[in-house]
């Protein structure tokens, strides 16, 4: 492995599951996502061709398995002419560097703005364990925070002119709010919308409705969120979309009249669905 290559100082298995954990879903022929315990990681392109991408990397200590999922889809010995990232939190990223280690120079594209914490300059803010929510929100001081390093690898930034690499019709959006550099992708075709932490499926912050994911559309994790008006205005952005299924970074994939009405219901009740009470992002003590 390249020596200025590394997980996180704080990189650890995080003891997490969820009744969807180990499964997977092809919600279209060349889109394709897997649970890797609380998180969903997102395979695009078609088993029969040859032109295939990773969305997201996982949780900590899981390349095996990632790698495992992908094989199983695309062939074996195959591997992905990208990894793209929506973001660079533990749970995206966990498993990045033992899959650069096993595949070798895959690039890894990313917004700018992720940059400094995918390449050991910046740790995010600790994740905030006073946040209205449940236990999992209280429990988010074991959650890795600190900053990978993949500066020894083909890190590229995301084309300026929002085109998505190796995914032919799919547009990138600039999505802040959970992270600065947080990012969805889109395709106008059949309105497919892969969007990260901005909008998710399950109530992050609950164990036990992300333990039974239960399907609700909500705003970021709360424990994690650092800008609450930039995570509202790039719902709002979505929303605009009007996406006929998504696949979020947690819970379930949805589609259809309760995405349209989620959603909706969302941008007009952000303030009381998503954003806390009371937390140290929400109080301007970060």
């Known amino acids: 492995m390249d020596s200025n290559m590394q997980q996180s100082d704080d990189n ?16 279209r022929p060349d889109v394709y996502y897997y649970t890797n315990q609380i998180v969903n990681f997102v395979l695009f392109g078609n088993p029969a061709g040859e032109d295939w991408v990773l969305i997201d990397a996982g949780m900590p200590k899981s390349a095996s398995e990632i790698k495992q999922v992908f094989e199983n889809r695309f062939g074996e010995f195959q591997k992905p002419a990208a990894i793209i990232l929506t973001h660079g939190h533990f749970d995206h990223v966990g498993s990045l560097v033992g899959l650069l280690e096993a595949w070798g120079n895959v690039p ?46 083909n890190l590229l930034p995301l084309p300026e002119d929002g085109s998505v690499p190796h995914m032919p019709g799919w547009v990138w959006l600039h999505t802040p709010g959970h992270s600065p550099g947080h990012v969805a992708f889109f395709r106008e075709q059949d ?7 901005a909008v998710i499926t399950v ?59 989620g959603l909706s219901k969302l941008v007009a009740e952000f303030d009381t669905i998503a954003i806390p009470d009371h937390g140290k992002f929400v109080d301007g003590k970060e």
């Not at 650890?12 to 919600?27: A, L, Q, R, Y």
């Open 203 to 261: 109530k992050q912050d609950s164990m036990y409705r992300v333990l039974v994911q239960k399907e609700e559309i909500q705003g970021p994790p709360r424990y994690l969120t650092t800008d609450w008006q930039a995570a509202w205005d790039s719902v709002r952005k979505l929303e605009a979309l009007h996406p006929q299924v998504i696949i979020p970074g947690h819970g379930t994939y949805m589609e259809g009249e309760a995405l349209a009405k």
């Open 108 to 153: 890894v594209y990313a917004h700018p703005l992720e940059f400094p914490f995918l390449t050991g300059q910046q740790a995010y803010p600790e994740p905030d364990t006073t946040v209205e929510g449940g236990m999992l929100a209280k429990i988010s001081s074991i959650y890795p925070h600190e900053p990978i390093n993949i500066s020894g690898a």
């Open 12 to 27: 650890k298995f995080i003891p997490m599951t969820s009744v969807s954990s180990g499964t997977g879903h092809e919600v």
């Open 191 to 197: 309105g497919v919308l892969i969007s990260g932490d």
